[in-house]
């Protein structure tokens, strides 16, 4: 799983540009950015009522990755111990949470968004140990980031390929986010479909098509 997301992270990295690891892109911003988003979908005002958004915020922490794995790539980082602290993220517990217990839960989230945030800017890098800690406070298991990797990665590339670069790219569909449209796909589509990512690259598109057909 590891070295498939390695793969594709390399080639999406290729389609936004050749020579993307002699740029010298700043993925640290990225990710600190990444991360106040990710705090806004999961919520953090206190003077209004706010339910965490937990598939947006799983994708939020995909995004995060691939920015981070990009670094890591690009840093020839030694991936053997990346892949050893993430297959060590625990099962995420099943049962409920009484009220008070999720609400600790939840402060303890934010906290390690924030740890991964203050890390990112204080090294100008990617702080992987920190990372796996807001996975796992989420929680969100090794594969579950897996899967929704794939996911977005196809998202990605599909954003590139009808002109995100460009910003000729529609990133509502129909009146909602393309992220919407992509989990709904996902929740239709099962990994263990044959051509899988092309499946899901199929199902992607006609919905992108069909505001123009209307």
Known sequence: MFE???????????????????????????????????????????W??????MEQSRLELVDIWHFGLSEL??????????????VALPVRPTGSDSE???AVAAEAF????????????QAKAFPLPEFVAALA??????AELFELYIGKNVLNRFRQTHGYKEGTYRK??????DNE???????????STPEYVDTLYSRLEARYLLPDKA
């Open 100 to 102: 008070p217990q999720a």
């Open 110 to 121: 934010r906290g390690a968004v924030e740890a991964l945030a203050g890390q990112t800017l």
């Open 172 to 177: 509502l569909w129909a009146g909602r986010e």
């Open 4 to 46: 498939t997301m390695a793969k594709m992270q390399d080639e999406h990295n290729c389609l936004v540009h050749p020579q993307w690891r002699e740029q010298g892109y700043d993925y640290y911003r990225a990710i600190w950015v990444e991360c106040a988003e990710l705090l806004d979908h999961f919520g953090w005002k206190w």
């Open 137 to 142: 406070a989420l929680p969100m298991t090794y």
């Open 181 to 191: 449209h992509l989990m709904e796909v996902l929740a239709e589509v099962p990994v």
């Open 73 to 86: 790539i690009r840093d020839d980082a030694p991936l053997d111990q990346t892949l050893a602290a993430l």
């Open 48 to 53: 209004k009522h706010q339910s965490p958004d």
